[in-house]
C-alpha cells in the first residue's frame, strides 16, 4: 500500500511564514478609518496568501504531496461588520497562484473549518452562519481553480440533549447545502459525541466521504474497531479522485488522552497501516495533526526508515506491507 504523509498549515521548519495572521475586531474598530483598516486587512491576506505559497512549495522542495491550508487566510472574513466586503474577488491573482502551483504539483489540499462551523444547530443563527463559513471556503478554493479534489472537513457537531436528533437534523442540513459546496465535503468522527460508525452511517446516507480519525476513535470508538469500519469507510471514496485519507495524531499525556502531542507514534500508525494494507487498501493519505507540524512528518518518516516492511518512495512517502 502507498501512504503519503501530509500537515496542517503551520510550519515549524521555515521561519516567519504564518499563513495565519489575523487581526482582531477590537483592533480592527479601534482604527478609526474603515477604509483604513480593511485595506490592513488585505494586506495581511495577502501576505497570508504569500506565505501558503511559500509553504508549498517548501513542501514540494520535501516530496510533500498533501497539505492543509489555514482557515484563517483572510481576517474577519465573514464578519457581519464587514458586509459587502469582498475580499477574494480582490485577491484573484494570488488565489489563482496558489491554485496554479497546487496542480502543476499534483499536491492535494484542503481545508478543515473550526468548530463553529456546525449543521447538527438547533439555532437557526448558527445554522446561517457555519452555511456562511462554508460558502466562504468554497469560494476560497473556487478562486484557486481548483476542482472537487480539494475537499473542506467537518464534523457532525454536537448532540444538543438527543443525539439521534441531531444526526437527524445534520442530514437534513447537508443535502440543502449548494451542490457546489456538498461536492467538497468530507465528515470526520470526533472525540466526543459521533463515533466513527455514527459519522460513517451519516456518510452513507448522505453520500460524502469519511475522514477516519484515529486517535478520535481511540478517545470514542464506540462498539466497533477500527478493522470493522475501515471496509466500509473506503467505500465511501469510491466514487472519488483521490485516495481515503485519515487523521493521525497521539494523545498528550495519559491525562489528556484528547490533546495533541508535539509528535506522532510511528507504532500506533503503523498498526494501523497494516490493518489497512491487509484489507487491500491500495493507496492511503495520513494527515498529521500534531503540534510540530512538517517537523513532526519529518522526524515520522526518518523513524520509518529503519522499519521492516516499510519502503521508501520519497521524502514523505512509502510502501508498506500489511
Not at 231 to 255: G, L
Request: glycine residues 6%.
Amino acid at each position: 500500500m502507498m501512504v503519503r504523509l501530509g500537515y496542517v498549515a503551520m510550519s515549524t521548519v521555515v521561519e516567519n511564514a504564518s499563513p495565519s495572521k489575523t487581526m482582531t475586531f477590537t483592533s480592527f474598530s479601534k482604527l478609526g478609518d474603515r477604509e483604513a483598516a480593511i485595506r490592513k486587512l488585505e494586506r495581511l491576506a495577502e501576505q497570508n496568501l504569500h506565505n501558503t505559497l511559500r509553504l508549498l512549495k517548501h513542501n514540494r522542495a520535501h516530496d510533500v504531496h498533501m497539505y492543509r491550508f489555514s482557515s484563517k487566510l483572510i481576517p474577519l472574513f465573514g464578519h457581519e461588520a464587514l458586509e459587502g466586503w469582498d475580499p477574494v474577488s480582490l485577491l484573484t491573482d494570488s488565489f489563482r497562484e496558489i491554485g496554479d502551483y497546487v496542480k502543476e504539483h499534483g499536491m492535494r489540499v484542503s481545508f478543515h473549518p473550526d468548530h463553529f462551523t456546525v449543521l447538527s444547530t438547533p439555532r437557526e443563527m448558527v445554522l446561517r452562519n457555519s452555511i456562511g463559513d462554508l460558502h466562504r471556503h468554497a469560494l476560497m478554493l473556487e478562486a484557486m481553480e481548483l476542482d472537487d479534489r480539494a475537499k473542506c472537513n467537518i464534523h457532525i457537531g454536537g448532540m444538543y440533549g438527543d443525539k439521534a436528533a441531531a444526526g437527524e437534523r445534520f442530514i437534513v442540513h447537508f443535502t440543502s447545502l449548494d451542490s457546489r459546496i456538498r461536492r467538497r465535503m468530507t465528515l470526520e468522527n470526533d472525540d466526543k459525541t459521533f463515533t466513527a460508525r455514527e459519522t460513517l452511517e451519516i456518510c452513507e446516507r448522505v453520500g460524502a466521504p469519511m475522514v477516519f480519525d484515529v486517535h478520535h476513535h481511540d478517545v470514542n470508538s464506540g462498539d466497533e474497531t477500527a478493522e470493522e469500519l475501515w471496509p466500509r469507510i473506503t467505500r465511501t471514496w469510491a466514487e472519488e479522485a483521490v485516495p481515503p485519507k485519515i487523521h493521525m495524531s497521539s494523545p498528550k499525556s495519559d491525562k489528556d488522552r484528547r490533546g495533541h502531542a508535539d509528535y506522532v507514534s510511528a507504532d500506533k500508525l503503523l498498526s494501523f497501516l497494516r490493518m489497512a494494507a491487509a484489507a487491500g487498501t491500495p493507496q492511503l493519505d495520513v494527515m498529521l495533526e500534531a503540534k510540530m507540524k512538517d517537523g513532526a512528518l519529518f522526524k515520522l518518516v526518518e523513524e520509518l526508515r529503519s522499519v521492516q516492511g516499510v519502503r521508501t518512495i520519497d521524502q514523505a512517502s512509502f510502501e508498506i506491507n500489511a
